[in-house]
């Protein structure tokens, strides 16, 4: 079913349909982000053997939440749009407490 969406996609050379693809992708690349950062912090929590938040998940977060901003804006949905928006105040607070805590740390070596 997939493959005939994007063949339909492929063969009209219309603007819109140009446009439904970019956005089609751009919400893909959107979830790809989001399920990195989880595998980011399970390989990490795998390494050290137990559960770790790493900094890199937090901009993971941010990226993916980003895009899925742009792609619910573009979808026109409020709901979707009002959990991203939501979820990266979370996202920005986290990496904010994070450094700040790098820079106490910093301070006092």
């Known amino acids: 079913m997939l493959h005939h969406f994007f063949d339909w996609l492929l063969a009209s050379r219309t603007n819109c349909a140009t446009v439904i693809y ?26 050290v053997g137990k559960s770790v938040v790493p900094v890199a998940f ?28 939501g979820g990266l105040i979370v996202y920005f607070r986290n990496l904010y407490l994070v450094y700040r805590e790098r820079a106490r740390d910093a301070a006092t070596a």
């Open 22 to 47: 970019a956005w089609f992708l751009i919400g893909f690349v959107g979830q790809a982000l989001f399920t990195s950062r989880f595998l980011v912090q399970w390989f990490k929590s795998e390494i």
């Open 58 to 85: 937090w901009w993971f977060s941010v990226a993916g939440g980003v895009v899925m901003l742009a792609y619910s804006i573009y979808r026109t949905d409020p709901v979707f749009i009002a959990g991203q928006a």
